[in-house]
């Protein structure tokens, strides 16, 4: 079992930067694959990044390729989300969940245990 607690949303002006943060219970995070999914109002939840056990490999959505990066510290069971130059669209809560996988993935199947989300709102 893992237990994931989100944290560091906000609000913020268009072009700011927030970093979210997601803490995991347990002795074994380090053999969990990362994601950060996020959901609109009104819209179906979608991947936006993920990360490999040992932080190695990382995969992001189109639109926040080069905007948002993830990473992971697996001696502070902590997975972040540095997101620079947000856009009114960015606007959302934002999950983190744990994947069993070896690899970093963008279905959201492949995620067994799910945060309670933080919202983020960006204003234009």
């Known amino acids: 079992q893992v237990q994931l607690v989100e944290s560091g949303g906000g609000l913020v002006q268009a072009g700011g930067s927030l970093r979210l943060s997601c803490a995991a219970s347990?002795?074994?995070?380090?053999?969990?694959?990362m994601g950060w999914f996020r959901q609109a109002p009104g819209k179906a939840r979608e991947f936006v990044s993920a990360i490999s056990r040992s932080g190695g490999v990382t995969v992001y959505a189109d639109d926040v390729k080069g905007r948002f990066t993830v990473s992971k510290d697996n001696a502070k069971n902590t997975v972040y989300l540095q997101m620079n130059s947000l856009r009114p669209e960015d606007t959302a809560v934002y999950y983190c969940?744990?994947?069993?996988?070896?690899?970093?993935?963008?279905?959201?199947?492949?995620?067994?245990?799910w945060g309670q989300g933080t919202q983020v709102t960006v204003s234009s």
């Open positions: 969940a744990a994947s069993s996988t070896r690899w970093p993935t963008e279905s959201e199947n492949a995620y067994s245990y």
């Open positions: 347990g002795r074994t995070f380090s053999t969990y694959t």
